[in-house]
């Protein structure tokens, strides 16, 4: 339990940081990972088409922190 607690917690603060600067991050289209503006493919599935529209992307992260994982969110985000 603890350990799903702190898991959680951190999922929420990389969600907060993202919604603070969305512009940073994008969205892979092929699993809804969000990874860093930068990469040039999803470390996921290797996607290369991404959603960049920084609203959409604060909205997803908002998702992402406040449920149980139902996607991947790239692990080198911080
Ligand atoms: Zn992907």
Redesign the pocket.
Known sequence: MTHENSHLRERAQKAALIVANPQAFKI?E????I?KKHVAT?P????YRFECDPAVIAEQATVLGSREQRSVVAQDLL
């Open positions: 892979c092929g699993c809804d990972s990874v999803c996921n599935c290797h996607g």
